[in-house]
């Protein structure tokens, strides 16, 4: 199986010292979102978990003890974005998250990475030259260090317009712009761009529309065949694999104008002023009320020799 660490929250940035105990200590217990008495407790053992992933937009805090993972599979996507602090206000200066993008290519491995360029959206700051200017150059500076990268467009989610009310939806004539461009510079970077459930009409000869954290990109991220069960996909026609989250949602301090998981800063700084590094629970600690379970946990790896893991161990 695979434990996700970044869909509610940014672990790496915010949660380091945390999720290291959890490593430590073998579990982790997760309180459910939309039942809060209802808590999962997940096993953190290699045996079991096939992989762990990270989506962050500052890895500096996990570097120092990266190694604590050498027992696991990583898959890390960072964002780093062109925007400025009036937008994303407490996101570290991004030449040096990109100097920490390179140290964990040089971890993890370069499949083992990926840049990620969202949310796009259009203003009289950040027009389509602007972006294309910006993709080019990140490509270019990130390019030693991954093959791939993730671009979607902004989503008018509920607490993305709350947070962001000037945000508008970035027309189809210019998304097909963009991604032409993107699609450029990729071809003379060879890179691969993966679109976020986006329109298949964008799809062009480096683009593609199959899912940013899909089985494929797992695979090719660990070097092994994986055989996934049915599962529930987190949003309708997405096919990444976004399940076991250990995040909580209103507790990322970045404070992005755009984001989706955090509903009002007030509430974010609450909740992290309750973060004990030592509880097994991101936010607080079990309470006698709480209703805890076992995850069910499996390994989902293909152990069956193929020409898959013949070509890997091959170098091929």
Request: proline fraction near 5%; charged fraction near 25%.
């Amino acid at each position: 199986m695979i434990i996700n660490t970044g869909s509610r929250t940014d672990i790496p940035a915010f949660f380091s010292e945390w999720f290291y105990n959890r490593i430590q200590e073998g579990y982790v217990l997760v309180r459910n979102p939309y039942n809060p008495l209802s808590v999962t407790r997940y096993r953190l053992d290699p045996s079991v978990v096939d992989a762990f992933s990270f989506c962050t937009k500052n890895p500096i805090p996990m570097l120092k003890r990266i190694h604590e993972l050498d027992a696991f599979h990583c898959f890390f996507m960072v964002t780093i974005t062109p925007y400025g602090r009036e937008i994303e206000p407490y996101v570290p200066d991004k030449k040096k998250v990109e100097e920490a993008f390179g140290k964990l290519s040089e971890y993890a491995g370069r499949d083992a990475v990926c840049w990620r360029y969202d949310p796009i959206f259009i203003s009289d700051r950040y027009t389509i030259a602007y972006h294309q200017k910006q993709f080019a150059r990140m490509a270019e500076r990130l390019k030693p260090y991954t093959d791939q990268c993730v671009v979607s467009f902004i989503d008018l989610y509920e607490k993305t317009k709350k947070n962001f009310p000037a945000a508008r939806e970035v027309p189809l004539t210019v998304q097909k712009e963009l991604i032409e461009s993107f699609n450029e510079t990729a071809e003379r970077l060879d890179m691969q761009i993966h679109l976020c459930l986006e329109r298949r009409s964008l799809v062009l000869s480096r683009v593609d529309a199959d899912g940013c954290f899909s089985k494929a990109v797992l695979e090719k991220a660990i070097g092994r065949r994986l055989t996934v069960p049915r599962h529930t996909p987190a949003r309708q026609g997405c096919s990444c694999l976004l399940g076991a989250d250990i995040g909580a949602y209103n507790t990322c301090g970045h404070g992005c104008l755009y984001c989706y998981a955090n509903c009002d800063q007030n509430l974010v700084r609450e909740n992290m002023r309750h973060h004990d590094p030592k509880s097994p629970m991101l936010i607080g600690h079990l309470r006698e009320t709480d209703m805890v379970h076992e995850a069910v946990q499996e390994s989902w790896i293909d152990n069956q020799v193929s020409m898959f893991d013949y070509m890997r161990d091959k170098g091929v």
